[in-house]
């Protein structure tokens, strides 16, 4: 019989029934969740737009994307029970602090523009994750992967297409939008993690393929793509580094401000404080109801057998 | 601008613009409360469940504002319509401008405004207009939808915890005062039904009574007295206090840069 460690070399996909070690299990239950628990704390800068979104058609599609994240979270709370963590139990993980999920959404919403910069970079930078986790080993995590990303795509072509406009509109739109994308970018870069050096589960990761690139390898295919982005539409990147290499065909930028990076990851970003309220304000506001939901399906339950 | 109801001459271009834009608001300015709880629902489900009922009824607000402004035929946008009228011109009910509450307040003012529209949108799908039958036949199954889901939910929170119960019968309570207004009509109804553009909404008051009252009472809930006072004045732009904050959010920022264009 084939090892793990074979089965993964083949490119099998692993399903829930099958056995795996522990240290995977753990590692995919970790990995999942934090995805899930970003789609869901995501909705929140973006939500915050809702109500003021400037035409009927920019609202309708920004609560429909909102909408879309909720959507994902769900299902990748549903693909990390597959491995048998509950969605409950890995909830009060999120909030009691004790899970992550991404530190870009611990970022603030000041103005529509960053609405439409999410859009672009954010999905962009997902969307690079997510098409490399489409090939990932475990076959729950890799089938939710292919779902998302098409729709991730969508929210992504919306997103550039509101920058576009914006940078093509009167001179207050065009510097709101700037202003946003310089306020975006560096903590865009940083949604793809540490140097690869410093990341302590990327070479785990990559073994049991549920990684097939490192983080370095996919900051660097997110500039080179958003980098012609900006351009194109008379957008600046903030980075005086920035410079084409032809030898290499790629951007080469600065460094990352690490420092803000870890800050941020430890909980003193602009917004995690409020994030986390916000998420358990709505658990506790639905406590009520949630058990009032349990009470009526048993009593029903009960009225069933009562009746059979 | 002077409202449709203040004219003397009313004709079928002024009534059909003035009939729409009720329609259009009631449904926007629900979705608009519905879309405040995107993010804060009390379990993922009903974020999704109700960030798509409002985008049901925004959806469909934008159509029937896309159609105002055809009849109006001076060139304005729908989004004139939404993000450029003050309060007074706002024809929403009071009902639905009303803070959205807590989960149960939400829920029961769905449940009467879902139940109510299931009915309208019936009779509305027979009038003499191919337009409204079009977006009717379109929405109609949204609003069975939306039926379906308060109505489980009034049972779920009715026949379910002592707190739940309370909740949904206080939330009940309190808004009884604005349900009356589900069934005002004026010259605007009255002239456009003689020739077949509206429904007579006095047709399935007593249905609609049925409806609420059997949902209620299996929900074990106390159905509210019918007779009570009953707020007036919506359809000529009297509104509570609310919606004055609410469209100063939603209006904000558009009316911030009047000449810039967001698509």
Known sequence: MKTFQE????????????????????????????????????????????????????????????????????????????????????????????????????????????????????????????????????????????????????????????????????????????????????????????????????????????????????????????????????????????????????????????????????????????????????????????EAAEEYARKQKLSKEKAS | MSTATKSKELTKQKALFEYLVRLADDRLILGHRLSEWCGHGPILEEDIALANIALDYIGHAANLYEYAVEIEGEGRHRDDLVYFRNDPEYKNLKLVELPKGDFGFTIARQFLFSSYSYYLYQLLSDIEDEQIRGMVEKHFKEVKYHLRHSREWILRLGDGTEESHSRIQDAFNDMWTYVGELFYQDEVDEFLQEKNLAADTASFKSDWKDLVTDTLEEATLDV?????????????????????HLLAEMQHLRRSYPDADWE
Not at chain 1, 203 to 215: F, P, Y
Request: aromatic share 10%; glycine share 8%.
């Open chain 2, 224 to 244: 509210p007295d019918w007779n009570q006072f009953m707020v007036e004045g919506s359809r000529q732009g009297l509104h509570t206090e609310h919606l004055g």
């Open chain 1, 7 to 290: 089965r993964i070399d083949n490119g099998e996909t692993i399903e829930p029934k099958d056995d795996m070690p522990d240290r995977y299990r753990q590692q995919l239950i970790r990995m999942m969740s934090q995805h899930a628990h970003s789609e869901v704390v995501g909705m929140l800068p973006e939500g915050n737009w809702i109500t003021r979104a400037p035409s009927l058609r920019r609202k309708m599609i920004l609560l429909s994307k909102v909408q879309d994240e909720a959507g994902h979270g769900l299902y990748l709370y549903s693909a990390t029970e597959t491995l048998g963590a509950s969605r409950k139990e890995v909830i009060n993980q999120l909030l009691e602090g004790k899970a992550k999920y991404s530190s870009i959404f611990n970022y603030p919403t000041l103005t529509w523009a960053d609405v439409a910069v999410i859009g672009w970079l954010v999905d962009g930078a997902a969307i690079i994750n997510q098409t490399m986790l489409a090939r990932s080993s475990y076959g729950p995590y890799s089938r939710a992967m292919v779902r998302i990303c098409k729709e991730e795509s969508f929210h992504k072509k919306q997103g550039y297409e509101m920058v576009a406009t914006m940078a093509d509109g009167t001179p207050e739109q065009q510097d709101m939008i700037q202003d946003a994308v310089n306020r975006w970018w560096w903590p865009t870069l940083m949604m793809f993690g540490p140097h690869d050096e410093n990341s302590p589960n990327s070479a785990e990761l990559i073994k049991w393929g549920v990684k097939s690139k490192t983080n370095d390898e996919l900051r660097q295919s997110f500039v080179d793509r958003h980098v012609a982005e900006a351009h194109e539409v008379g957008l600046e990147i903030p980075d005086d580094d920035l410079e084409y290499n032809e030898e290499t065909g790629h951007w080469e930028f600065g460094e990352i401000d690490w420092d803000e990076f870890w800050n941020v990851v430890k909980g003193n970003g602009p917004m995690n404080k409020e994030r986390m309220k916000a998420r358990r304000e709505a658990h506790e506001n639905g406590k009520w109801v949630r």
